[in-house]
Each structure stands twice: as structure tokens, then as C-alpha cells.
């Protein structure tokens, strides 16, 4: 009896040696397949830090982003044309330069070079399906951009136009200023980068998507909440009425099923106009 127990017990001992060893084998299996998603998932991560910035007009970045360069989900890679880029522009400029890029998604014509601003201050109300939009223009610290903003708000350009991205996660902004609703769409010409020393990108800034240095167009974002973004997209307004229009309108969400918070937003924005007023 005492030998028959001993192997009962030898073999119970061997049953649960051989139990171990195929857990330890499947831990350390699935360990490896937690390094390689792990490694996966870091690269999927970059590429998504990429994409979200705020890229405006050719094929897709999005964001510049972008984005954040904020392009669009609609991001957009710069279409590449054989004329310079501009980069970054002297503050105040008493001169602009705006050179030809891509083909124009509504033919108004150039900016004039040399800015005719006769007021310290200028304001844009910005009229959606949603309510009014009001911005205070940068037109000391970005004076190129302010100049081709409201040459374009002039000449009807953004007049019904949707806003075509919303991001709900890292970066928080609503992206306007394409009339083919793409991300891809520009005004035809491109400018240089201007006030980019010390930007920010907190509740209220309004600021110009691109697709690299010195490839500002048409299309800008609206930042609703505080944003951490790198000093690359040149900031030119400031919201001073309507914030919560834009709030309410992330609060709905976006459109991507993906779940990552940057799409179309549920809740469509259209502007109607956009109205320059002298203060």
C-alpha cells in the first residue's frame, strides 16, 4: 500500500510539474505577443501623431495639422508645385508675398502685396448655421495672414463653406476654411509662416492649417479647449464671441467610428458669411 501511494503521489507531483511548465510556456508566449502589440501599437501611435496634425490642400496628412499640420480628416498633404516656399515672415510685414500652389477652390485672385490696414483693430463675424463667431484679427503680429483672410472673407470665399474636421481627443479644434469640404481645397497661392515665437494654442486662438512650413492657404482651425501643439501653425485671431457654439458643437462628437475623436463633426457647421468690421 505504501509503495502504490508513493507513485500516486510521484505521479500527482509529475502531473502538476507538467501543468507548470505549460503554464510558464503560455505565459511567456503571451508575453511575447503583448511586446509585439505593444511595438505595434508605439508605431500606430506615431503614425496617428502625424496624422492629427493640421495639414490644409493636396492629398491626405490632415491637420496641421491637421495637423494641427491642422489638415484634414480630412487632412491634406501639400499638392507639390515647382514655385518657392515661403517660410516664416518679418513682424510686422509691410510687405507680403503670395506665390502660386495647387489649383484654386474658388478663383478670387491674389491678396494685394502690400497691406492697406486703416484701423489699429479689425474683427471678423464669423455667420454659421449655428450662431455668430466673432474674432478679434491679429493684424499687427500676423500681418500677411490677417491681409489674405480678409481679402478672402471680402471676396465671398468662405461664404457658405463647412467646417470640415473636428478632433475631440489631444488636440481640440474645429477646422474651417476649405470650400470643397475636403481638406484638400485652397485659394490657389500659398504664404509664409508669421507670429510663431512663443504660440500657443490655448481656448479662443485661431490659427492657419498647413502642410509644412510656409504653405499657409485658406483653411484655419478654432481652438475650443487648450491644445498642446508645436509652434508651427501661425496664429492670427482670437475668439471673443461665440466660443460656446464651437464647444457644444464637439460636445456632439464626430462622425469616425474609430473612436480617436477626429472626423467630420456629427453636428454640421456651415459658414454662412464672414463679415470684417474696423474697431
Not at 124 to 145: P, S
Not at 268 to 278: A, L
Request: aromatic share 8%; net charge positive.
Amino acid at each position: 500500500m505504501a509503495g502504490k501511494k508513493e507513485r500516486q503521489r510521484k505521479l500527482a507531483r509529475e502531473h502538476y510539474a507538467r501543468q507548470q511548465a505549460r503554464r510558464i510556456q503560455r505565459t511567456q508566449r503571451w508575453r511575447r505577443i503583448g511586446i509585439i502589440v505593444a511595438a505595434c501599437c508605439a508605431v500606430i501611435a506615431l503614425g496617428a501623431a502625424g496624422y492629427v496634425a493640421f495639414a490644409a490642400g493636396g492629398s491626405t496628412a490632415t491637420s496641421a495639422t491637421s495637423t494641427p499640420n491642422p489638415s484634414a480628416t480630412p487632412t491634406a498633404a501639400p499638392t507639390p508645385t515647382a514655385s518657392p516656399t515661403p517660410t516664416l515672415a518679418a513682424e510686422p510685414a509691410s510687405h507680403c508675398t503670395y506665390t502660386p500652389s495647387g489649383n484654386a477652390a474658388r478663383k478670387v485672385g491674389v491678396p494685394p502685396a502690400k497691406p492697406a490696414f486703416k484701423a489699429a483693430k479689425y474683427q471678423a463675424k464669423v455667420k454659421t448655421n449655428r450662431g455668430t463667431i466673432v474674432l478679434d484679427l491679429l493684424n499687427h503680429q500676423a500681418t500677411c495672414t490677417v491681409n489674405s483672410f480678409i481679402y478672402l472673407a471680402n471676396k465671398s470665399y468662405f461664404s457658405n463653406t463647412p467646417c470640415h474636421r473636428l478632433t475631440t481627443a489631444g488636440i481640440y479644434v474645429l477646422q474651417c476654411g476649405d470650400p470643397t469640404g475636403t481638406g484638400k481645397g485652397g485659394p490657389g497661392y500659398k504664404f509664409a509662416d508669421e507670429n510663431l515665437t512663443g504660440a500657443k494654442y490655448t481656448e479662443g486662438t485661431v490659427a492657419m492649417a498647413n502642410a509644412g512650413p510656409g504653405t499657409n492657404g485658406s483653411q484655419f482651425f478654432l481652438v475650443y479647449r487648450n491644445s498642446t501643439l508645436p509652434p508651427s501653425y501661425t496664429p492670427f485671431g482670437k475668439i471673443v464671441g461665440g466660443l460656446g457654439i464651437i464647444q457644444n458643437v464637439a460636445k456632439a462628437g464626430t462622425d469616425n467610428s474609430n473612436g480617436n475623436g477626429d472626423g467630420h463633426p456629427k453636428e454640421k457647421v456651415t459658414i454662412e458669411s464672414v463679415t470684417i468690421t474696423k474697431a
